[in-house]
């Protein structure tokens, strides 16, 4: 069992997975509507759990059973991975297949793995397979009716966050008509951009559960520091996640800047990462659809994004798209 923070219930808008006292005594099931209500009745416990992740015996025992020796953890590829048994949260509405949604959240959890243990040279040949299969089986779905929501995937915030912030970078860039490598940088820059947190999460796992946005300025150094040193990959791919919280008119961190001192690249994943952020309801800014979304970007404006990137992608959805977002939830 592991801990659950009221900061991460309140991300929630449909619960995921089951909560339970510290006797194990079940206080909500997963499929509720995390009303203000409930929020404010789970402050009441000291502390809550979910069995999300498995018992500490049951976890010991998958990381022998998958990851006891180098081969085991690093024989894996897209084509043959067996998602079957791994439970996740679904986009009902999505143009994607349900299989297709479940198979790419797995990928990247085993690649997320990779990272972890510090095999990168494996973890990034799998993130660039990744980068064609999200263009593959996602971008070519986009043209059907233009709904940003159906591209989404739902769910769990840690993975699913940075593979939409990956589509979404990189239907901007396409829409703007980079060359092949470039959105594929603009994507790969996307999957990596928060990579910052996974490294402060590895050496003060207790300090993530209690930090808020404010406390994690030092992500976007540590992370552009593991690109460039640890991963060595091209300083714009860095860059994005030194600056993907930069804003245009100059009151972003960590440094600050504004306008075309922030990269292209960065300029583009701000513009995702916070549409992907407002939609997961993790900013202050509470929105029911991706029509209230898509009209928060625009009432935010060129203050924070540049103009170029922000109407680039408002202009890629359908803005009558209002169905909402918990109702998509499988």
Known sequence: MRIVTNKELSSYKVLPFDLYTENKGKILEAGEVLTPGKLIMLKNYVK????????????????????????????????????????????????????????????????????????????????????????????????????????????EYELCHPLNVAVISGLIAKKLE??????????????????????????????MLTMNEDEVKDHPVIGYKMIREEFELPEDIAKVALEHHENNDGSGYPKGLSSDY????????????????????????????????????????????????????????NYDDSKSFNDMVL
């Open 262 to 317: 922030i990269s292209e690249y960065s300029q583009i994943v701000n513009v995702a990462n916070f549409y992907d952020n407002l939609a997961f309801n993790r900013t202050h800014i509470m929105v029911m659809n991706n029509k209230e979304t898509l009209r928060t970007m625009l009432e935010v404006g060129t203050k924070r994004f540049s103009a170029k990137m922000l109407y680039s992608f408002i202009h890629m959805f």
């Open 48 to 155: 809550i759990y979910t069995e999300e992740f498995g018992s500490e015996e049951e976890s010991e025992g998958k990381v022998e059973a998958e990851n006891g020796t180098p081969s085991q953890l690093l024989n894996f590829s897209y084509e043959s991975i067996d998602a079957s048994d791994f439970e996740t949260v679904i986009n009902k509405d999505a143009y994607v297949k349900t299989e297709i949604q479940v198979k790419i959240k797995y990928f990247y959890k085993r690649i997320l793995d990779l990272l972890i243990q510090g095999y990168y040279e494996e973890a990034l040949f799998k993130l660039n397979t990744l980068v064609g299969v999200l263009k593959t089986e996602v971008f070519k779905q986009v043209g059907k009716s233009g709904k940003g929501s159906k591209i989404r995937f739902l769910g």
């Open 178 to 207: 980079f060359s092949t490598l470039n959105v594929d940088q603009v994507i790969l820059a996307g999957l990596l951009h928060d990579i910052g947190k996974l490294k402060i999460e590895l050496t003060d796992s207790e300090a």
